[in-house]
Nanobody, 125 residues
Framework: QVQLVESGGGSVQAGGSLRLSCVVS????????MAWFRQAAGKEREGVAS????????HYGDSVKGRFTISLDSAKKTLYLQMNSLGPEDTAMYYC??????????????????WGQGTQVTVSS
């Protein structure tokens, strides 16, 4: 089993920044696909960014390209999401997810097995 615990969410004004963290624990193999998803009220879960630990292959959702950065500190077993130039449209619950190996569709939520509980991000205009 793998446990994922997110933190770093909060309330920020438009144009601001936040950094989310996801600490990974449990049975971890060397190669994982990890990702950030978000779900706004009344909307489907959306893939924000993903990274494959085997080669640091990274994907971003179109709505966050150029504003968000995903990174992984393997020594700390922590996944990060740096979010800049936030807008009200970024308001959502943000989730960390993982699956052993290379996810075939890295920004599709159905590709992931392990999930955190989520951290809320609220951006006011």
């Amino acid at each position: 089993q793998v446990q994922l615990v997110e933190s770093g969410g909060g309330s920020v004004q438009a144009g601001g920044s936040l950094r989310l963290s996801c600490v990974v624990s449990g049975d971890t193999s060397p190669y994982y696909s990890m990702a950030w998803f978000r779900q706004a009220a009344g909307k489907e879960r959306e893939g924000v960014a993903s990274i494959y630990t085997g080669g640091h292959v990274i994907h971003y959702g179109d709505s966050v390209k150029g504003r968000f950065t995903i990174s992984l500190d393997s020594a700390k077993k922590t996944l990060y999401l740096q979010m800049n130039s936030l807008g009200p449209e970024d308001t959502a619950m943000y989730y960390c997810a993982a699956i052993r190996g290379l996810a075939p569709s890295p920004l599709e939520h159905k590709a992931y097995y392990f999930w955190g509980q989520g951290t809320q991000v609220t951006v006011s205009s």
